[in-house]
Each structure stands twice: as C-alpha cells, then as structure tokens.
C-alpha cells in the first residue's frame, strides 16, 4: 500500500524487492530496487536517486498515478464477485 500511495502522490520510490513492491516497481523505470536485507544495495539506490535527479524524476512520472486495478470501486467489484461465488443461489 505505501508503494502505491507513493506512486499516486509523486513521490520517488526506492524499496525492497520483495512482496508487494516488487510487484508494482519495474527497476529503473518506475522507481527502484534493491535486494531484500541488503543494506549496501539500499544505499546505492539511495544514492543513485539523489544523484541522478531527471532520472529520478522521470522515474516519478513513469510511476502509475491512478492504476484502475488498485481503485476502490474495482476492489469492491472484485470483492462483490468472490462473495457471490460462494453463495449458493444469486439474487
């Protein structure tokens, strides 16, 4: 969730590449990544961010801002669908 909220807000991303991020984040073009519990990785993508600011900031505008798939009214639908499955009879 935060990797989205920083995506929507423009904010730069630089996280682990584990779970929901490495998900969301293409490497180099929507933000970036290092290896999980890697310390010296994180401070590389920390710094090449700061380092390299019309990179970063193409990396920002890259990022989805209002990714449909991750909107309330898509996951409410998504919802909706798994509990009407489950029922035996439909409405």
């Not at 929507?8 to 779970?19: E, H, K, L, S």
């Not at 409410?76 to 499955?85: D, H, K, N, R």
């Amino acid at each position: 969730m935060v990797t989205l909220e920083a995506m929507a807000a423009g904010v730069p991303v630089v996280g682990a590449a584990a779970a929901g991020t490495a998900e969301l984040v293409q490497d180099g073009h929507n933000g970036l990544l290092f290896p999980l519990r890697s310390v010296a990785a994180c401070a590389r993508a920390l710094h090449r961010c700061l380092a390299d600011l019309p990179a970063t900031h193409q990396r920002v505008e890259n990022a989805p801002r209002e990714d449909w798939r991750y909107s309330h009214h898509h996951q409410c639908a998504l919802t909706e669908e798994v509990i009407w499955g489950l029922c035996p009879v439909q409405p």
